[in-house]
Structures are given as structure tokens and as C-alpha cells.
């Protein structure tokens, strides 16, 4: 028995020896205080950490992947930081950076479906977030390709600086008139003519407005008293001209800057018709020359 502890002991003496200074165990990698300032090579220190990591099957904690992420962005390597990113959320650490860094990256790369998917989580779980405001606008141009109904219903997260881009109106001003909600295109008209005055679309939208809604009241009011033509009638008629002139001479705000940019047949008859109304038949036969 003695004999065997000691053949045993002599064992390990000699295993140890022969292992020499070249055959020392690799040290784990540490994570430094203070990284290199080039970014590759502070990338390269998260990789071997990593690495070690995965190969020993030790954890890798969502915060660690998170913190790599960085520097993976910094150095270039998006789809590395997209990768660790995804294993960061998928590992339970949240981060509205998280999911704006991917919607960055999934942006880059085109892919719509994954960058619209990040935005989504990150406007509903952090309505908080300091760039909310850039978030609901990334959104909107999304949805804006994709699926106007939707875009448009988040119109009110917009700020009032992204409402009040003229292209912004204007998608919202065709698609509030092809929605045929009077309504929503008068206040949308009235706010893009604010800022382009001479914007055709929102100009038409007034002019036509204010034209229909004379001649409607005009033919309303002269059928009346054409079916009874009484002193008090033609009071009532008298009364009710007068607004019907004040529209008139409205819808001819509208139309005069829209003949300025398009004199012809397009606005002819509406100026010609409105003329008559007004009693003025010199501009209304002026008109009537354009019209085809």
C-alpha cells in the first residue's frame, strides 16, 4: 500500500514537470476599464471574450451582448451587432436602444419587415423615449408606403413640425379627398395653403367648396321665389344673395391664383359661371372664350 502512494505521487511530480512554462493554462479574457480607442481592435477584446465564453459553455448575459453590440456598431460589422442584439432581447434585457440600433441596422440593410417590427415594440413599450418623436416619423414614412390608412392614423404622434412638412400634408390632404371626408380636407387644406399658398390641390379643394355652395344656395333660393314670387319672397331672396355673393366672391380667391398658374378650359367655366352671378357679364364673356 505504501509502495502505491508513492508510485502515485511520483506520477503527478512528473506529469506536472513535463508540462513545463509553455504549457500554462489560457487565462480567461477579462473585459478591460478602458477599451482601445480604435474600434476593430476594441471589438476584437469583445469577440475573444465572447468566445471563451460560448466554447466553455458559460453564459453570456443579455447585458454583455448588448454592451458588444456597441462596438461591433462602431467598428462596421452590423450583422455581428445584429446578431448580438437579437441575442440580447432574446435573453431578456430590454433597451430602447436595443431596438433602435437593430431598427438602424435592419434599415441599412432594406429590410423593412425587421425595421418596422423594431420601431413598433420600441414606440409601444417606451412611448417615454427622448426620440419618440423620430421613431413615430420613421413610422409614418414606412406606413406611409405601405399601408396609408395606418400611417394616417398615427398622424396625431407626429410632432407639429413633421405635420406641417409639405409633403406630409399633401399625402394626407389626397388621402383625406379620396376618403371623401369634408370635413378632415377642409382643415388639412386650409393648413397646407398656410404654408404653400399656392398649393393646386388644396387651392381647387376651396374654390370648388365655396363655388358649389353658392350655386347651390343661388339655385335653392331662385326656385323658391320662382315658385312664389311674393314681396316677402323676393325679400327672402334678396336676404339670401348676399351670402350667396360672399361665397362667390370667396371662390373666386381661390380660383384667381389657380388661372394665374393655369389660364384655359380647366377653371374657365367655374370663373365665367361666377362672373354671371355677380352681375358682371364683360369678365364673364372673357371667361367663356377659354372654355371648350
Wanted: proline letters at 4%; aromatic letters at 12%.
Amino acid at each position: 500500500m505504501k509502495n502505491s502512494l508513492l508510485i502515485l505521487i511520483s506520477l503527478i511530480v512528473i506529469a506536472t514537470a513535463c508540462k513545463g512554462p509553455g504549457a500554462a493554462v489560457k487565462q480567461a479574457p477579462q473585459i478591460p476599464a478602458e477599451m482601445p480607442s480604435d474600434p476593430p481592435q476594441a471589438l476584437q477584446v469583445w469577440k475573444d471574450y465572447i468566445d471563451y465564453k460560448v466554447n466553455q459553455q458559460l453564459t453570456v448575459t443579455g447585458e454583455e451582448y448588448y454592451n458588444a453590440s456597441g462596438f461591433a456598431m462602431s467598428a462596421g460589422d452590423n450583422a455581428l451587432a445584429s446578431e448580438w442584439l437579437e441575442n440580447s432581447l432574446s435573453m431578456g434585457y430590454d433597451s430602447p436602444l436595443a431596438y433602435q440600433n437593430l431598427a438602424t441596422i435592419y434599415k441599412g440593410q432594406n429590410n423593412l419587415s425587421k425595421e418596422l417590427n423594431n420601431l413598433k415594440i420600441l414606440a409601444e413599450k417606451y412611448p417615454g423615449y427622448e426620440n419618440i418623436s423620430d421613431v413615430h416619423e420613421r413610422l409614418f414614412e414606412i406606413y406611409l408606403e405601405v399601408d396609408k390608412t395606418e400611417a394616417f392614423a398615427r398622424w396625431n404622434h407626429l410632432s407639429m413640425e413633421v405635420r406641417n412638412k409639405e409633403p406630409n400634408l399633401d399625402a394626407y390632404l389626397r388621402f383625406s379627398m379620396a376618403a371623401d371626408n369634408h370635413a378632415r380636407t377642409d382643415s388639412i387644406a386650409d393648413a397646407m395653403l398656410k404654408i404653400n399658398p399656392k398649393h393646386v390641390a388644396a387651392l381647387e379643394w376651396n374654390a370648388v367648396k365655396f363655388y358649389e355652395k353658392a350655386e347651390d344656395r343661388y339655385q335653392l333660393e331662385m326656385n323658391k321665389y320662382n315658385r312664389n314670387k311674393t314681396h316677402v319672397q323676393y325679400q327672402f331672396l334678396l336676404n339670401a344673395l348676399k351670402v350667396v355673393t360672399a361665397d362667390f366672391k370667396k371662390s373666386l380667391t381661390y380660383f384667381d391664383p389657380l388661372w394665374e398658374m393655369d389660364p384655359g378650359s380647366k377653371y374657365a367655366a367655374y370663373m365665367a359661371n361666377i362672373y354671371n352671378r355677380l352681375s358682371n357679364p364683360e369678365k364673364a364673356d372673357y371667361y367663356k372664350k377659354f372654355v371648350k
